[in-house]
């Protein structure tokens, strides 16, 4: 019973104890020989100074191994993705396995340089950055802890929160957090939903960067386990039983006098008793690790008010946190007149300290469980609604281990930058794993940017390719990087500011029996730029017979006077000239000009003869297509590792002809490697922009080039902004047969598009949402396919350095005067059919000499008079 309730006064009892205890301590005392006391305090020096050596040691010991490992611990952002949204078991998970840091050797004399921190601040631009600072030795422990939380990306924290200058003249303000209450009273267990880092996220999107504003939050956790873990449920069992004791009213004169077990409490008291037992059960049961803890906030502001409100806000943050316990500010208040805390002149230094190097000496000692933190041992997730945080992107698996890119290492080609705990590096791909390659997002997303890093890299290791811009800009960022490989250089620029003088492609000056490859090209050329369908079966068969006619009349006619693209108007509106053909062509095309070319309507040659004319009409066009004898050839690019750089000009439809007309050379001369061992197919990189230019509606030609082009040796990276402006045979050839598969940001429709090729993972809005410079990549690595996952572009500077300097001016690629080449065309209708006549008189096409019968020209598409010509 209480002894206010039942009447007895404990006063007289406490009186005698008191006097008895004083009695017998004068006893004690006055029985102390001092002669054997000094005697014995000499036997004891010895003893006494090694211990105190011994201690000293200890101590120096400790301080110095606090100060090595203070600098030596580490910083790492933990960047989320979007849709980061971890289980409270994979949370606890992750703080058992932080706990797990406590068992190093020797960890007493560093412990106090040894606590887990959880960093909250902005970046450069405002938004929460979440970071973790642990000892160095621990660093490869906090790695595998991480590796827990599904698309938690790390960072080097110099790269997540940017460069920040504090201007000089800043107020700070200072504030530790303490338990309110004994440490056995729990504060609040969150859920996720919503994240307890919404109110500081809010704090952070609040400041004035430009201004100097800066918040800091910094959460210590010292794990402990074992004898240490022992140690703390003891402690917070004396602290329950104390609580217990103040809850039922009694006091030490109670113990003293024997009192306090014959009391009963009553049903308010049995109850707060009861409400004691259950937070003792919650900290020592299902609670995971327990921690003390070490809690700093520090702002800066030009103003004191302001950085004083910025606290403010912080302080209400933590108020969540609320329950039977909660977080206080540690100091001792003035009665209403101020406050004596962490931000006291003589405490500032040691607070400063300990915020800065990681130092862990609280105000007082605060116990606290896993559960109780669970908010902060993981980074924001998908229940932050705030939108200032600094996250990664979409949802995605890690990279594959791509090797990091070394420019001296010619097989590897770089792809772009993957994040990691020591920042972004640079990675590549193995050119044997790498066949065709999709790039696709929006324009000046870094999508070109990074196809020049991987051409550029290509051709000076060795590779011979063609890189066809239509705007030009890519192949001035190319050629600096070219020093010392002239020789091999072929430009064809025909964008505007492009030179007269161009290198001669005469599509028709026959080498090596390709006439059929010829032909081929040009018709699948036309027919694709001027998008002829199933239904413009006359035009294409036009075309057909008029490529084959010329090319059969090159096969007999001195190179010199080899017909161009130009004869083709001629061909098909002179019919003197036309006789003068006749005879030099195979039967089959003979009857097609004699018996049914008449019964066509003068409008339908008007579609190719109008092209050839626009081509005609361009200097620049003229000069490239109009030499009889060419100085560039694709078969011999291909087999000489030539770098040709072609703008064909991102004009219309005569710009885009162009362009197919070289795609189409290409591909055609890789077919006709056919007959080579597949040994010596020399691999040639074909990088083709706005690939949808050259993807007509025509019968799917280039699909089915793709589709076969692999084994004759080429190898293919396309790009174009957006997947649905390709041919669904294209596409799916692309998708069918790449190595790998990049996208920057592209609209819903077409991510929805992409994203079916990866099963639907990640979500299309993750690739409407990327930033620039950021793609989500597939890439053939060791030969399979890995799954998606985030990469970041790259410039030819960060991959191979700054172009080297010319030691003197860079020669020309061959090319050919615009007047000389005008001057040619004018008499070369005239001296082909004069040369014609002769042959044909003379008799020259017989016995060994009869080339008509060997070039054929394709395969005749029969006539439709009933069908357009499109």
């Given at each position: 019973?209480?002894?206010?309730?039942?009447?007895?006064?404990?006063?007289?009892?406490?009186?005698?104890?008191?006097?008895?205890?004083?009695?017998?301590?004068?006893?004690?005392?006055?029985?102390?020989?001092?002669?054997?006391?000094?005697?014995?305090?000499?036997?004891?020096?010895?003893?006494?100074?090694?211990?105190?050596?011994?201690?000293?040691?200890?101590?120096?010991?400790?301080?110095?191994?606090?100060r090595?490992?203070?600098?030596g611990?580490?910083?790492?952002?933990?960047?989320?993705?979007?849709?980061?949204?971890?289980?409270?078991?994979?949370?606890?998970?992750?703080?058992?396995?932080?706990a797990?840091?406590?068992?190093?050797?020797?960890?007493?004399?560093?412990?106090?340089?040894s606590?887990?921190?959880?960093?909250?601040?902005?970046?450069?631009?405002?938004?929460?950055?979440?970071?973790v600072?642990?000892p160095?030795?621990?660093?490869?422990?906090?790695?595998?802890?991480?590796?827990?939380?599904?698309?938690?990306?790390?960072?080097?924290?110099?790269?997540a929160?940017?460069?920040?200058?504090?201007?000089?003249?800043?107020?700070?303000?200072?504030?530790?957090?303490?338990?309110?209450?004994?440490?056995?009273?729990?504060?609040?267990?969150?859920?996720?939903?919503?994240?307890?880092?919404?109110?500081?996220?809010?704090?952070?999107?609040?400041?004035?960067?430009?201004?100097?504003?800066?918040?800091?939050?910094?959460?210590?956790?010292?794990?402990?386990?074992?004898?240490?873990?022992?140690?703390l449920?003891?402690?917070?069992?004396?602290?329950?039983?104390?609580?217990q004791?103040?809850?039922?009213?009694?006091?030490?004169?109670?113990?003293?006098?024997?009192?306090?077990?014959?009391?009963?409490?009553?049903?308010?008291e049995?109850?707060?008793?009861?409400?004691?037992?259950?937070?003792?059960?919650?900290?020592l049961?299902?609670?995971?690790?327990?921690?003390?803890?070490?809690?700093?906030?520090?702002?800066?502001?030009?103003?004191?008010?302001?950085?004083?409100?910025?606290?403010?806000?912080?302080?209400?943050?933590?108020?969540?946190?609320?329950?039977?316990?909660?977080?206080?500010?540690?100091?001792?208040?003035?009665?209403?007149?101020g406050?004596?805390?962490?931000?006291?002149?003589?405490?500032?230094?040691?607070?400063?300290?300990?915020?800065?190097?990681?130092?862990?000496?609280?105000?007082?000692?605060?116990?606290?469980?896993?559960?109780?933190?669970?908010?902060?041992?993981?980074?924001?997730?998908?229940?932050?609604?705030?939108?200032?945080?600094?996250?990664?992107?979409a949802?995605?698996?890690?990279?594959?281990?791509?090797?990091?890119?070394?420019?001296?290492?010619?097989?590897?080609?770089?792809?772009?930058?993957?994040?990691?705990?020591?920042?972004?590096?640079?990675?590549?791909?193995?050119?044997?794993?790498?066949?065709?390659t999709?790039?696709?997002?929006?324009?000046?997303?870094?999508?070109?940017?990074?196809?020049?890093?991987?051409?550029?890299?290509?051709?000076?290791?060795?590779?011979?390719?063609?890189?066809?811009?239509?705007?030009?800009?890519?192949?001035?960022?190319?050629?600096?990087?070219?020093?010392?490989?002239e020789?091999?250089?072929v430009?064809?620029?025909?964008?505007?500011?492009?030179?007269?003088?161009?290198?001669?492609?005469?599509?028709?000056?026959?080498?090596?029996?390709?006439?059929?490859?010829r032909?081929?090209?040009?018709?699948?050329?036309?027919?694709?730029?001027?998008?002829?369908?199933?239904?413009?079966?006359?035009?294409?068969?036009?075309?057909?017979?008029?490529?084959?006619?010329l090319?059969?009349?090159?096969?007999?006619?001195?190179?010199?006077?080899?017909?161009?693209?130009?004869?083709?108007?001629?061909?098909?509106?002179?019919?003197?000239?036309?006789?003068?053909?006749?005879?030099?062509?195979?039967?089959a095309?003979?009857?097609?000009?004699?018996?049914?070319?008449?019964?066509?309507?003068?409008?339908?040659?008007?579609?190719?003869?109008?092209?050839?004319?626009?081509?005609?009409?361009?200097?620049?066009?003229?000069?490239?297509?109009?030499?009889?004898?060419?100085?560039?050839?694709?078969?011999?690019?291909?087999?000489?590792?030539?770098?040709?750089?072609?703008?064909?000009?991102?004009?219309?439809?005569?710009?885009?002809?162009?362009?197919?007309?070289?795609?189409?050379?290409?591909?055609?001369?890789?077919?006709?490697?056919?007959?080579?061992?597949?040994?010596?197919?020399?691999?040639?990189?074909?990088?083709l922009?706005?690939?949808?230019?050259?993807?007509?509606?025509?019968?799917?030609?280039?699909?089915?080039?793709?589709?076969?082009?692999?084994?004759?040796?080429?190898?293919a990276?396309?790009m174009?902004?957006?997947?649905?402006?390709?041919?669904?045979?294209?596409?799916?050839?692309?998708?069918?047969?790449?190595?790998?598969?990049?996208?920057?940001?592209?609209?819903?429709?077409?991510?929805?598009?992409?994203?079916?090729?990866?099963?639907?993972?990640?979500?299309?809005?993750?690739?409407?949402?990327?930033?620039?410079?950021?793609?989500?990549?597939?890439?053939?690595h060791?030969?399979?396919?890995?799954?998606?996952?985030?990469?970041?572009?790259?410039?030819?500077?960060?991959?191979?350095?700054?172009?080297?300097?010319?030691?003197?001016?860079?020669?020309?690629?061959?090319?050919?005067?615009?007047?000389?080449?005008l001057?040619?065309?004018?008499?070369?209708?005239?001296?082909?059919?004069?040369?014609?006549?002769?042959?044909?008189?003379?008799?020259e096409?017989?016995?060994?000499?009869?080339?008509?019968?060997?070039?054929?020209?394709?395969?005749?598409v029969?006539?439709?008079?009933?069908?357009?010509?499109?």
């Amino acid at each position: 019973m209480n002894s206010k309730r039942d009447g007895s006064d404990p006063r007289p009892m406490i009186a005698i104890a008191v006097g008895a205890g004083a009695i017998a301590a004068w006893r004690v005392l006055s029985s102390i020989d001092l002669d054997r006391l000094l005697a014995l305090a000499e036997s004891l020096a010895p003893l006494l100074l090694g211990a105190a050596a011994i201690a000293s040691a200890l101590a120096r010991q400790r301080l110095r191994s606090t100060r090595r490992t203070l600098a030596g611990r580490r910083a790492v952002a933990v960047v989320p993705a979007d849709e980061f949204d971890p289980k409270p078991e994979a949370v606890l998970h992750f703080a058992s396995q932080l706990a797990r840091g406590d068992r190093s050797i020797g960890g007493w004399f560093d412990r106090r340089a040894s606590a887990v921190r959880v960093r909250l601040e902005p970046d450069a631009e405002g938004r929460l950055v979440y970071l973790v600072e642990v000892p160095e030795r621990m660093g490869e422990l906090l790695r595998t802890a991480l590796r827990g939380y599904p698309g938690a990306e790390l960072r080097s924290p110099t790269e997540a929160l940017g460069e920040r200058e504090v201007p000089p003249g800043t107020e700070v303000v200072r504030a530790e957090l303490v338990l309110a209450r004994p440490s056995v009273e729990p504060l609040a267990r969150l859920g996720f939903e919503p994240d307890p880092l919404s109110l500081f996220a809010a704090t952070m999107s609040a400041l004035k960067l430009e201004r100097g504003e800066e918040a800091r939050v910094c959460f210590d956790l010292l794990p402990a386990i074992g004898l240490r873990r022992a140690r703390l449920r003891h402690r917070l069992r004396r602290e329950a039983r104390r609580l217990q004791r103040r809850q039922i009213g009694g006091g030490w004169w109670d113990r003293l006098g024997g009192e306090e077990r014959r009391r009963a409490a009553g049903p308010e008291e049995s109850f707060g008793l009861r409400q004691i037992s259950k937070a003792l059960e919650g900290k020592l049961r299902d609670a995971g690790p327990l921690f003390e803890a070490q809690v700093l906030l520090r702002c800066r502001a030009a103003e004191r008010g302001r950085a004083k409100t910025t606290m403010q806000s912080l302080l209400g943050a933590f108020e969540v946190l609320t329950d039977q316990n909660w977080l206080r500010g540690a100091g001792s208040p003035l009665g209403g007149e101020g406050f004596l805390g962490s931000d006291a002149p003589w405490r500032r230094a040691r607070f400063d300290r300990r915020i800065e190097s990681g130092l862990f000496r609280p105000a007082r000692r605060n116990v606290l469980t896993a559960r109780e933190v669970a908010g902060f041992l993981k980074p924001p997730t998908v229940h932050c609604p705030v939108e200032n945080v600094l996250r990664s992107g979409a949802l995605l698996a890690p990279a594959p281990p791509l090797p990091e890119f070394d420019p001296e290492q010619k097989d590897l080609i770089p792809l772009g930058r993957v994040a990691g705990e020591q920042g972004e590096r640079i990675v590549g791909v193995r050119a044997t794993d790498t066949f065709f390659t999709y790039i696709a997002g929006r324009s000046r997303y870094g999508k070109t940017e990074t196809a020049i890093t991987m051409f550029t890299h290509l051709m000076r290791s060795g590779q011979g390719g063609l890189f066809l811009d239509p705007h030009g800009d890519a192949l001035s960022r190319i050629e600096p990087y070219l020093v010392g490989l002239e020789e091999r250089v072929v430009r064809i620029d025909l964008g505007p500011g492009g030179p007269a003088a161009q290198p001669g492609w005469n599509l028709f000056e026959l080498g090596g029996g390709d006439g059929e490859a010829r032909v081929e090209a040009v018709v699948d050329a036309f027919a694709s730029a001027m998008e002829w369908g199933e239904r413009s079966t006359r035009a294409i068969n036009l075309t057909t017979q008029a490529a084959g006619a010329l090319a059969a009349i090159a096969a007999v006619l001195p190179k010199a006077m080899a017909p161009t693209l130009f004869q083709l108007p001629t061909l098909l509106s002179d019919a003197e000239w036309r006789r003068a053909v006749l005879p030099l062509l195979p039967r089959a095309s003979q009857g097609f000009w004699l018996d049914r070319f008449p019964l066509l309507s003068a409008e339908a040659i008007t579609p190719l003869t109008n092209m050839v004319d626009r081509l005609r009409a361009s200097r620049q066009i003229s000069t490239l297509l109009g030499q009889s004898e060419s100085s560039f050839r694709v078969r011999e690019a291909m087999e000489h590792r030539q770098i040709v750089l072609a703008c064909p000009g991102s004009g219309g439809t005569r710009d885009r002809l162009l362009a197919n007309l070289l795609l189409f050379d290409v591909l055609h001369a890789a077919r006709s490697r056919g007959a080579l061992a597949p040994e010596r197919r020399t691999p040639f990189w074909v990088f083709l922009d706005e690939v949808q230019s050259y993807d007509g509606a025509a019968s799917g030609n280039l699909a089915a080039l793709l589709e076969q082009a692999a084994k004759f040796g080429i190898r293919a990276v396309l790009m174009n902004q957006n997947p649905e402006r390709l041919q669904a045979a294209t596409l799916n050839a692309l998708t069918t047969n790449r190595s790998h598969l990049l996208s920057s940001a592209l609209n819903s429709h077409a991510a929805a598009l992409l994203t079916k090729e990866w099963g639907g993972q990640p979500s299309p809005a993750a690739l409407t949402r990327l930033p620039r410079y950021r793609f989500i990549a597939q890439v053939t690595h060791e030969g399979e396919l890995s799954r998606p996952f985030a990469l970041g572009g790259v410039r030819v500077e960060d991959a191979l350095g700054e172009p080297p300097v010319a030691e003197g001016p860079v020669a020309p690629s061959p090319a050919a005067s615009s007047t000389e080449v005008l001057a040619h065309q004018e008499t070369l209708d005239e001296r082909i059919a004069e040369e014609l006549r002769s042959i044909a008189k003379a008799g020259e096409v017989s016995g060994s000499k009869e080339p008509a019968e060997h070039v054929q020209p394709a395969e005749t598409v029969w006539l439709d008079e009933e069908n357009s010509d499109g």
